[in-house]
Nanobody, 124 residues
């Protein structure tokens, strides 16, 4: 079993940046493909980004390309999502999850273990 804990969310203004962290216990995250998803109020959960086990492969939703960067720190057993040039539509709860089959899928049904989420809110 893998326990995931997200952190780093908060209030952000136009053009601001946040770095979200996904820390794991119970297993080594480097053994898994990890994905980030987000869910805004009244909307379905949507894919944001994923990183492969080797860190050589990454995938981004069109909404985050050029603005978001996913990475991992093996020593800290943590995966990060650096978000720059944030926009109001980025407001959501952000979740990380384990993709045990290493599909790099954009569909949440392929992901098993999930964290509790961290809130990102755009402040005007």
């Amino acid at each position: 079993q893998v326990q995931l804990v997200e952190s780093g969310g908060g209030l952000v203004q136009a053009g601001g940046s946040l770095r979200l962290s996904c820390a794991a216990s119970g297993r080594t995250l480097s053994s898994y493909t990890i994905g980030w998803f987000r869910q805004a109020p009244g909307k379905e959960r949507e894919f944001v980004s994923a990183i492969g086990r080797s860190s050589g492969s990454t995938r981004y939703a069109d909404s985050g390309k050029g603005r978001f960067t996913i990475s991992r720190d093996t020593a800290k057993n943590t995966v990060y999502l650096q978000m720059n040039s944030l926009k109001p539509e980025d407001t959501a709860v952000y979740y990380c999850a384990v993709d045990q089959l290493a599909t790099m899928s954009t569909q949440s049904r392929w992901y098993t273990y999930w964290g509790q989420g961290t809130q990102v809110t755009f402040s005007s």
